[in-house]
């Protein structure tokens, strides 16, 4: 008898996304619970929203929408139990922790270090693109920081991020959570659910 | 002992709009469900859009985010056991069906009336604004279209519609289907259930 191969969802995500925030505080349990395993997938935002002729979020550009987003988050925060303070800059630039979680990518602190950089910003309101702030999360997982932080500025690691982005363009995506699950793309933290399902092979739980 | 007053949603929808039909299909069994009475407010999406500087659906100005919603549409439908065919053409015109259905309020073929004219547009890929198409539907419903459609024609209901739609923007919709539920907005097909749970005054259901 031969083990089936794991399964798996992608999870691709910018640090200053405020859904991709939800979705990286619930995936890990979630998918735990679905037999399936995470590969989580740092990617900048800002240059797919330049492609489309934005120069920052949609919820900047479209006040409308914004001001709804943040009692939406503020309502889907208290849903699932997580804490939520309202960042007071928006979105934040998140390129140094972007390459460490990359950097990080195989190793055993790396959901965690992703967990802590989300929290950061939507929990603490915190900027989590200085080298300080990465700095105190890394000494927080007790890994040796200022080695990791050399390494994450590395030229490979600079053009891993880039082509992180590429990929991003390439498969389609526009936003940010999105999940890759058995060939299929799923946009947005309430697609999560359906995302694992798929991955696990079981149908998605529809009410009516 | 005084009767409680009764729990209310309101379920602002455009007949063009998709994640809206998704809502018209589900929204009558949930609310009956969760001892909310529906409120079926039309409205149209297009001189929204247009306030954005836009001349169409966004579906239409991004093409990575059409593309995608036409597959997360046939996902959605699926499991929400729901029929879905593509329109061929979209968003669709629906200032006539609006009309009729502001005609309508109140009456008890109001909702009925609505789901049809989805169904025409999302799952049989038929123009729902010519007088042919609606008046197919008033005479299934056993309702004299001659007379109402001459009645929703008048001037009294024009300048309703476009009253709904400036009602629309000025409680901040920017998208449809918008639901608003004591006091609070709601915007999209996946936050119906908070929406309805908010209304009847019970938390959200979340999981992780």
């Given at each position: 008898m031969q083990d089936s191969p794991p399964r798996r969802i992608e999870f691709w995500f910018d640090f200053g996304s405020n859904y991709s925030y939800i979705s990286a505080m619930r995936i890990a349990e979630l998918a735990a619970r679905n037999g399936v395993e995470v590969a989580w997938n740092p990617f900048l935002l800002g240059p797919i929203f330049k492609s489309f002729g934005w120069d920052t979020s949609p919820f900047v550009?479209?006040?409308?929408?914004?001001?709804?987003?943040?009692?939406?988050?503020?309502?889907?925060?208290?849903?699932?139990?997580l804490p939520w303070r309202q960042p007071s800059s928006f979105p934040r630039a998140a390129v140094l922790p972007s390459r460490v979680a990359l950097f990080a990518q195989g190793t055993p602190w790396h959901g965690e270090f992703c967990r802590r950089v989300f929290a950061l910003n939507f929990a603490e309101d915190r900027d989590v693109h200085t080298p300080e702030a990465v700095t105190g999360i890394l000494e927080q997982l007790g890994v040796p920081a200022a080695e990791v932080l050399q390494q994450a500025q590395s030229d490979a690691i600079k053009l891993r991020l880039r082509?992180?982005?590429?990929?991003?363009?390439?498969?389609?995506?526009?936003?940010?959570?999105?999940?890759?699950?058995?060939?299929?793309m799923f946009w947005g933290n309430d697609r999560l659910e359906d995302a694992l399902a798929h991955a696990a092979g079981t149908p998605p739980a529809g009410s009516v």
């Open positions: 550009l479209q006040k409308e929408k914004g001001a709804y987003t943040w009692k939406d988050m503020a309502r889907q925060c208290k849903k699932y139990g082509q992180q982005t590429e990929m991003a363009v390439a498969r389609g995506v526009f936003g940010a959570p999105t999940f890759f699950a058995a060939g299929e």
